[in-house]
């Protein structure tokens, strides 16, 4: 399997947007760079070590990678380039970081079926390209944070499986109208373990 040399050389530099979009070009055919699924990282520091070419394709997809420990809050230095990020069905602990707010082009989070605790950062309604938003499966709680009314881009959100309670803010009253599809605790029907949302205007 080749690779040219120039690209390996210029891999040593920053990663800025337009070299990662030359870079992604060049590169992404072969198929040495078509998948991006480690079968096993038992530490967030182990990103860090990872060949840096590979995060140039704006899609980071680590599902079920045995992934540990807090959000890797290192990823920030993607977040010029990163579309896509996937770490689906791992271990990560602790609360989101407000450093989310920083991937402002993310189209797609997901971090369904992770250990992820506390309320969900007011920084996330700064992500405004999110089309797609998947955090079920978690042990989130505390209310929805108004500013998620602030994603128009959304279609389709997840929320349950978690802990969240309170009831759906009034800024988030056009999702109906918009048709974004909604999946959540709703009260009464949350299993008795878990929080529940009132729906309010959702209902």
């Known amino acids: 399997m080749i690779i040219p040399i120039v690209n390996l050389f210029l891999l040593s530099f920053p990663l800025t947007s337009f070299f990662c979009s030359q870079l992604s070009s060049s590169l992404h055919p072969h198929p040495l760079f078509q998948d991006l699924s480690p079968s096993s990282f038992n530490d967030t520091l182990a990103l860090t070590d990872h060949p840096h070419h590979l995060w140039c394709t704006g899609v980071l997809n680590l599902n079920g990678t045995s992934l540990g420990g807090q959000f890797p809050v290192h990823l920030a ?27 402002t082009r993310l ?13 969900l950062p007011t920084e996330l309604g700064l992500c405004t390209r999110l089309r797609s938003l998947t955090l079920g499966k978690n042990e989130l709680s505390g209310e929805l944070p108004s500013e998620l009314g602030q994603l128009f881009s959304l279609r389709t959100v997840s929320l349950d499986g978690n802990r969240f309670t309170g009831t759906v803010p009034s800024d988030l009253c056009d999702w109906k109208d918009r048709g974004v599809a909604y999946t959540g605790d709703f009260c009464p029907q949350s299993t008795s373990n878990l929080g529940c949302i009132e729906p309010g205007c959702l209902q």
């Open 107 to 119: 189209e797609s989070l997901s971090l369904e079926g992770n250990l992820l605790t506390g309320s």
């Open 77 to 103: 230095s993607l977040a010029p380039t990163l579309e896509q990020l996937h770490l689906e069905g791992n271990f990560l602990q602790g609360s989101m970081p407000t450093e989310i707010g920083l991937f």
